[in-house]
């Protein structure tokens, strides 16, 4: 059974910082990319940033967050995180990650998704 258990979410003031991780649990898999995903109430939900898998692994982010969140994963820890800085009041929204797996025992690829964890941003 694989997974994914996020922390750091919470309430943080304007221009403050948070650091989210995604950590997965299990045996028997390997991980390709993975990436973060939020949504807004009445929204719907949106790629914030993503990172591919590899010693060079590349990155992607939305305009909405370049410059101020830095997407990182530790593979030894099957872990990714998401460092907010100069957080805005439109940043708040339940933070999802997300994980590309393949497992040993079957073929293909599977997307497996956290629970969410809520970040808020007073202004």
């Known amino acids: 059974q694989v997974h994914l258990v996020e922390s750091g979410g919470g309430l943080v003031q304007a221009g403050g910082s948070l650091r989210l991780s995604c950590a997965a649990s299990g045996s028997g898999f390997s991980i390709n990319d993975m990436g973060w995903y939020r949504q807004a109430p009445g929204k719907q939900r949106e790629l914030v940033a993503a990172i591919t898998s590899g010693g060079s692994a590349s990155t992607n982010y939305a305009d909405s967050v370049k410059g101020r969140f830095t997407i990182s994963r530790d593979n030894a820890k099957n872990t990714v995180y998401l460092q907010m800085n100069m957080l805005k009041p439109e940043d708040t929204a339940v933070y999802y990650c997300?994980?590309?797996?393949?497992?040993?025992?079957?073929?293909?690829?599977?997307?497996?998704w956290g629970q969410g964890t809520q970040v808020t941003v007073s202004s």
């Open positions: 997300n994980a590309k797996m393949a497992f040993v025992n079957r073929p293909g690829y599977y997307l497996y």
